[in-house]
T-cell receptor, first 113, second 112 residues
Framework: DGGITQSPKYLFRKEGQNVTLSCEQN?????MYWYRQDPGQGLRLIYY???????QKGDIAEGYSVSREKKESFPLTVTSAQKNPTAFYLC????????????FGQGTRLTVV | EDKVVQSPLSLVVHEGDTVTLNCSYE??????LLWYKQEKKAPTFLFML????IEKKSGRLSSILDKKELFSILNITATQTGDSAVYLC????????????FGTGTLLAVQP
């Protein structure tokens, strides 16, 4: 079955550590997105990518980094520079033309301890 | 600044009521507007609207887009407790690189 997979579901990190969240899709989508969701908030765009080896900053990119070495994969690294990293992270993918909806993974809940 | 604004932020109704959720957008090179329902984790897709004035329906839910007024509404008739969720609106827009941004969502609580 085609879909988008995020791992892990839950992640705990000590302050000062970098951590990488995985996002893999087998939908053959070119576009992929990372969002952050805080309690009671909507989704805020961190980074997005329309094609392999290219990505753009979203509205809250500071303290995050991404790579897009393969079409299927768009990992997000939360660096120690991110001041308030505890949140729910969602990855999505879509066709770049936007003629279908964006599909979401099940999310990763990151907690800094 | 590109933005998507939803209202109200939260809403409490009783089963059987009809609700209307609002979404306005200001983006460059608009392509489409999407509605999602989020209950626990991943948002689930409801509607994608590209053309003005064409209502999309799915059971008790319907939605319409007004590209002149940069506005969309999501209607839910005969609400049920299972409709309780956060409803998210998103705009897909952009030129060479498409961007998908979301509003803050409307939290709907349906009481029995």
């Amino acid at each position: 079955d085609g879909g988008i997979t995020q791992s892990p579901k839950y992640l705990f990190r000590k302050e000062g550590q970098n951590v990488t969240l995985s996002c893999e899709q087998n939908l053959n989508h070119d576009a992929m997105y990372w969002y952050r969701q805080d309690p009671g908030q909507g989704l805020r765009l961190i980074y997005y990518s329309q094609i392999v080896n290219d990505f753009q900053k979203g509205d809250i990119a500071e303290g995050y980094s991404v790579s897009r070495e393969k079409k299927e994969s768009f990992p997000l690294t939360v660096t120690s520079a991110q001041k308030n990293p505890t949140a729910f992270y969602l990855c999505a993918s879509s066709t770049p033309a936007g003629n279908t909806e964006a599909f979401f993974g099940q999310g990763t809940r990151l907690t800094v301890v | 600044e590109d933005k998507v604004v939803q209202s109200p932020l939260s809403l409490v109704v009783h089963e059987g009521d009809t609700v209307t959720l609002n979404c306005s957008y200001e983006v460059t090179n608009f392509r489409s507007l999407l509605w999602y329902k989020q209950e626990k984790k991943a948002p689930t897709f409801l509607f994608m609207l590209t053309s003005s004035g064409i209502e999309k329906k799915s059971g008790r839910l319907s939605s319409i887009l007004d590209k002149k007024e940069l506005f969309s509404i999501l209607n839910i008739t005969a609400t049920q407790t299972g409709d309780s969720a956060v409803y998210l609106c998103a705009a897909l827009y952009g030129g060479a690189t498409n961007k998908l941004i979301f509003g803050t969502g409307t939290l709907l609580a349906v009481q029995p």
